[in-house]
């Protein structure tokens, strides 16, 4: 088996947007529902698609209240995302050692782009797979299909990343390896309950994991 593409989740996988997206969670739930959700409650609403979330909350105002989160979210942007420790040095040499690189997000191209370009990752990137671009999210195939098909690359010679159910199961449901991340804000037992076939302790794990494919 060859290893040659690498399809990566963007938030709390490759940047730490997660102090944002609390903030913008418990912004926008008090503000429609003064006093009913704590900062534990936003968890469950980290993964899926924003209108998922909100349909569930109230589908009569998802819209407007998706609008209300993304404004306050753009707003907060910079000042709240950082990246996560060794994640630029990894993609930097896997780029360098020519393997081909997505982005496979659920959210919107607008925000991906802001946080790809805040972390200098953006260089990095051929293929950015966004919410705008598919009919079906994660953990659909649909997404991870269509980043493979731009990259030119086979579903066997690739390994989804990230940090949530969504990920895992999107690789499986597609034909790839998969690779859980231990910094998932949801911990690193949530993300080892989907089974997936590595846990990254940081990402620079991938180095060795690749090599063993190159040997």
Do not use: C
């Not at 429609?32 to 469950?44: C, I, R, S, T």
């Not at 209108?51 to 404004?71: C, G, H, I, T, V």
């Amino acid at each position: 088996m060859k290893i040659d593409t690498l399809l990566f989740d963007l938030d709390g996988t490759l940047i730490n947007t997660n102090e944002l997206i609390i903030s913008s969670f418990m912004h926008t739930l008090e503000h429609y529902f003064p006093g009913q959700y704590h900062k534990e409650d936003v968890l469950q609403f980290m993964g899926p698609p924003l209108m998922d979330s909100f349909n569930k909350l109230d589908s009569a105002k998802a819209e407007e209240m998706a609008q209300f989160y993304r404004d306050y979210n753009h707003k907060r942007h910079d000042e709240l995302v950082t990246e996560f420790d060794g994640v630029y040095d990894t993609i930097k040499t896997l780029h360098e050692k020519g393997y081909k690189l997505a982005i496979v997000t659920t959210k919107k191209r607008y925000t991906v782009e802001m946080g790809l370009k805040l972390t200098k990752l953006d260089q990095f990137f051929d293929v950015v797979i966004t919410l705008d671009d598919v009919t079906h999210a994660k953990p659909d195939p649909e997404p991870l299909l269509k980043a493979l098909e731009q990259l030119d690359s086979k579903p066997e010679n690739a390994i989804m990343v990230g940090d949530n159910n969504h990920d895992i199961e999107g690789g499986k449901n597609t034909g790839t390896l998969t690779a859980g991340v231990a910094w998932a804000i949801k911990g690193r037992e949530y993300i080892e309950s989907f089974h997936p076939d590595y846990v990254l302790e940081s990402m620079s794990d991938l180095l060795d994991i690749l090599g063993g494919f190159e040997r």
